[in-house]
């Protein structure tokens, strides 16, 4: 079967929704129908064709074109149509970015994962929408990695920031749309007149590739649906100076350093008997982002039950097994911005970090993350859009 998402069901309509309305666009060239157009490019010919006027568009994390590296601040684009950057000198809409404009557009291909900015932003124009009375209309896709399972660690608000703003378990498995109705109603202190067109066809169960929809990376390292499914443990190695495998073909699927052997690594691992996965060795040269230019050691983590394995549990028995081997030369990255580590920041505690280094185990923490996920998923049910 082919789902239809929320920009097909209101294409299909000829944008009906939008008559005579002054549009904000929140998107970016990943955002494509079931024909692979972009978004973009359907509200333009929609707008020529005087159905609405497309005022501006907002750019997340990676520009428009979803091509700018991680991290990258981006400047807007002044212009006829202008855009406006979201991932630049601010992360929410400004009233001069709002001006004229009386519905914000939401379409973009989030991947059910907290760490992934994409979804808070939507937030922060929720936030700004709700403030200055301006209608807001989700377009809402599949997410990739189902919505039935929900796992992880729960968020400090000491550590919030873009990466999770407030606390939502690591694989939330909710929609766009759901986790924009989840905040609204939750979390915003002025809730926006809020809206969602829903997808045609999916239901909870269905991971990316049951939808029938082709697979566009919504960002640079996010190339396929194998790195979405790895993605809610492998962001972790990011808060280390191990090489997560950016700046080779497979981001997010590999991990190594010029002092690991890998061989002795994924023999390590094999040994732990995990579910759903096994470790093979595997050497790589990243040509970009950390140990660039120098051959690395590691293994590539290979899913073999999707349905039994836990990435968030796999990978930080991944870091706890290259930290032991390797006290000398393991290393988290260094604190940044007020004194927080990226890896605390990511997993939402310190306490992971601080167990890991003493040696002791993961466990009791992980009993509280099941707790805390099945009071998460009881708590979202209002939020629900499918079944």
């Not at 609405?52 to 990676?62: D, I, S």
């Amino acid at each position: 079967m082919t789902v239809k998402t929320g920009l097909d069901v209101l294409a299909a309509s000829s944008f009906a929704a939008l008559a005579g309305r002054r549009i904000g666009l929140f998107t970016n060239l990943s955002a494509v129908d079931s024909a692979l157009t972009s978004a973009v490019s359907l509200f333009k010919r929609a707008a020529a064709d005087g159905t609405f006027t497309l005022a501006a568009l907002f750019a997340p994390e990676h520009g428009i074109d979803a091509s700018a590296p991680e991290g990258v601040k981006i400047a807007s684009q002044p212009g006829n149509l202008p855009v406006h950057s979201l991932y630049g000198a601010t992360q929410r809409p400004t009233p001069d970015m709002l001006d004229g404009i009386d519905l914000m557009v939401c379409d973009i291909q989030d991947i059910g994962v907290r760490y992934y900015t994409f979804s808070w932003t939507v937030t922060h124009i929720l936030e700004a929408a709700g403030e200055y009375g301006i209608d807001v209309l989700i377009l809402d896709r599949p997410n990739p990695l189902s919505g039935m399972i929900v796992s992880g660690a729960p968020l400090d608000p000491a550590l919030t920031s873009l990466v999770g703003r407030c606390s939502i378990p690591i694989r939330h498995g909710l929609t766009l749309g759901e986790l924009a109705q989840w905040f609204n109603t939750r979390w915003n202190p002025h809730p926006a007149p809020l809206d969602v067109i829903v997808c045609e066809g999916w239901s909870r169960a269905m991971f990316w590739d049951a939808t029938g929809l082709t697979f566009v990376p919504p960002s640079p390292n996010m190339p396929r649906l194998d790195t979405v499914v790895q993605y809610p443990g492998a962001c972790l190695i990011e808060g280390t100076t191990l090489s997560e495998g950016r700046g080779t073909a497979l981001p997010f699927e590999v991990v190594g350093a010029p002092f690991i052997d890998g061989t002795a690594l994924a023999d390590h691992l094999n040994a732990l008997d995990l579910s759903g996965v096994r470790f093979r060795p595997h050497s790589f040269q990243p040509t970009a982002s950390k140990w660039q230019g120098e051959v690395c050691g590691g293994v590539q983590v290979h899913v073999t039950d999707r349905a039994r394995w836990d990435a968030l549990h796999v990978w930080l028995a991944l870091i706890v097994a290259v930290r032991t081997r390797y006290p000398d030369d393991f290393a988290w990255l260094p604190a940044g911005e007020k004194g927080i580590q990226h890896f605390d920041r990511l997993i939402g505690t310190s306490d992971v970090r601080a167990r890991i280094d003493a040696g002791e185990p993961l466990d009791d923490l992980f009993a509280a993350w099941r707790a805390f996920c099945h009071d998460f998923e009881v708590e979202r049910w209002s939020a629900l859009l499918y079944l």
